[in-house]
């Protein structure tokens, strides 16, 4: 049979191992990876060029509304447009059930939205504020049945936050489905105490998010996240890390034999706190949740991808406007409590950790694709339909010039969000020709993509939730009582049940 698309000549790397091939695609799939192709109906020139999967972005908000209620600024034509310009194949964005609304139709609508407008294949995570018993043993369970097998919740932000009731319930159920848990893990509590006496002393500038949102919350999240995930033996993703002892704690817990994973992106290893100083309010651009932290948080962040204490690098891409949309609710008057916490980063996730990681021998070319691509196929269920070249696997396919040098700018970028932190840095590596199923849609700095042309990927079961592992005592006795009926009853889910 005849190639669709014969790529030749290029340095082909996947997660264990760089070697010179051709790829032949047939129909969408990776049909031969070898030596000598056949001529395809169209040949691809990648000589001296570098063929990498696709990336995965398995963190990034997406026409969504955050929790303190601003909307994204990019829905999901410009989001697609703007992961599939940075060499992102596949994005899985959340539905955000916010308080008082039906999980199932917040999935529904989200669904619809997504499929009239992605460019790129995607899927999409849900994030649970509530966990009565419709959402949990009703809708969440169907969902997960339906392909959509992991989930976010919050330990801060008063209008998302579970408490750990809350967050054992949720688990219970993540547990018994074979859904992955993500956890934003802060102390709501100190955050809360150290902003309000910050507000009363007038402290209202951009850096004092940084202030308030303290190391120490984030490493006390961390830990307690880890301890109720224990007490049911239940994998969970702790996402954007940031400090050096977040990592310490999920290091000694994987030590123990805990399945405990997180994820780290590119702006807390390559910014640092003193961006939010900058005169004004332009350090609002700056300010994400949980904050850019120091060098020496980045040292510590680099070194855990290193050894595999953190697994996958998402662009938390958070695109927010600097403007009353999103940063500056309130103009100049606006305080660090009242702006739309997060940053954008969804085209320049891969190439800043190609350039920041690979350029700069702080990580190996196989390193770098288990971080954008591999790991997010397998930890979100998508391996080994997507994650890596071989033989039967979507053709996602991403050709990078290794020396291009770029000098990065807003205008340059596809997103709406109207700036970039990155604004004039110079980085190495870009990925010129993107490839989704087998479609080439970006080339030569140009789209070939129509408005809705992405599937939705039914997701399996992620690789953390199924791996063979023997269950602790202790996880047995306490899923033991989580599966107990009684503790089924919609009854046992109200806060009255809370004694
Ligand atoms: N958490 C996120 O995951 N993204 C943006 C802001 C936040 O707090
Ligand atoms: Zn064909
Ligand atoms: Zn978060
Ligand atoms: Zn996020």
């Given at each position: ?14 997660d ?43 963190h ?122 993500m956890v934003?893990a ?29 190391v120490?919350?984030e490493a006390?999240?961390t830990n307690?996240a880890i ?9 969970i993703l702790i996402v954007h890390v940031s400090a050096r002892e977040a990592i310490g704690t999920i290091a000694a817990a994987r030590q123990m034999?805990a399945a405990v994973y997180g994820e780290t992106c590119p702006h807390y290893l390559t910014l640092t ?17 949980p904050?850019l932290r120091d060098a020496d948080a980045q040292e510590a962040l680099w070194a855990a991808l290193k050894e595999g204490v953190l697994q996958t690098v998402s662009?938390d ?32 996730r891969?190439?800043l950790l190609?350039?920041e990681g690979v350029?700069k021998g702080r990580l190996t070319?196989p390193e770098f694709?288990a971080l954008s691509?591999t790991n997010h196929?397998?930890m ?84 953390p ?35």
């Amino acid at each position: 049979e005849i190639f669709d698309l014969t790529i030749r000549g290029g340095t082909i790397a996947d997660d264990t191992r760089v070697f010179e091939a051709d790829i032949g695609v047939i129909d969408g799939l990776i049909a031969a990876v070898g030596p000598n192709l056949a001529a395809g109906r169209r040949d691809i020139d990648a000589r001296g060029r570098l063929v990498l999967p696709g990336g995965i972005d398995t963190h990034c908000h997406v026409e969504q509304r955050s929790g303190m209620g601003m909307m994204c600024a990019d829905d999901w034509y410009s989001a697609s447009v703007s992961a599939a310009f940075g060499g992102t194949t596949m994005i899985v964005p959340f539905a955000a059930q916010h308080r008082g609304m039906s999980l199932k139709q917040v999935a529904h609508d989200y669904a619809a939205l997504a499929a009239e407008k992605s460019v790129i294949d995607y899927s999409y995570h849900l994030i649970l504020s509530e966990t009565d018993a419709t959402t949990l043993d009703t809708d969440l369970v169907e969902l997960i049945r339906s392909g959509i097998t992991s989930f976010k919740v919050y330990m801060t932000y008063d209008q998302l936050k579970l408490d750990d009731y809350q967050l054992l319930d949720v688990l219970a159920v993540a547990a018994r489905e074979q859904a992955l848990v993500m956890v934003h893990a802060e102390n709501n509590d100190v955050i809360r105490w150290v902003s309000q006496r910050l507000l009363e002393r007038g402290k209202v500038a951009p850096k004092h998010h940084g202030v308030s949102h303290v190391v120490l919350a984030e490493a006390e999240a961390t830990n307690r996240a880890i301890a109720l995930s224990s007490l049911l033996d239940v994998p969970i993703l702790i996402v954007h890390v940031s400090a050096r002892e977040a990592i310490g704690t999920i290091a000694a817990a994987r030590q123990m034999g805990a399945a405990v994973y997180g994820e780290t992106c590119p702006h807390y290893l390559t910014l640092t706190e003193d961006a939010m100083d900058a005169p004004g309010m332009e350090g609002a651009k700056y300010c994400c949740s949980p904050p850019l932290r120091d060098a020496d948080a980045q040292e510590a962040l680099w070194a855990a991808l290193k050894e595999g204490v953190l697994q996958t690098v998402s662009s938390d891409h958070a695109p927010y406007r600097f403007d009353a949309s999103g940063k500056l609710p309130f103009g100049d008057a606006t305080t660090f409590k009242q702006m739309a916490n997060g940053m954008p980063g969804l085209e320049l996730r891969l190439p800043l950790l190609f350039s920041e990681g690979v350029a700069k021998g702080r990580l190996t070319l196989p390193e770098f694709v288990a971080l954008s691509a591999t790991n997010h196929a397998r930890m979100f269920g998508l391996y080994p339909r997507k994650g890596h070249l071989a033989v039967g696997a979507d053709a996602d396919i991403a050709i990078w010039h290794a020396e291009r040098e770029t000098t990065l700018t807003s205008a340059a970028l596809h997103d709406r969000v109207g700036y970039t932190p990155y604004e004039g840095m110079t980085i190495t590596g870009w990925p010129e020709t993107v490839i989704n199923a087998g479609r080439v849609i970006v080339e030569a700095g140009a789209l070939h993509a129509e408005r809705g042309s992405g599937r939705f990927i039914a997701r399996t079961a992620p690789l953390p939730c199924t791996a063979p592992r023997p269950l602790s005592p202790r996880g047995r006795f306490f899923r033991a009582l989580a599966d107990d009926a009684a503790a089924r009853t919609p009854a046992a889910r109200t806060p009255e049940a809370r004694m």
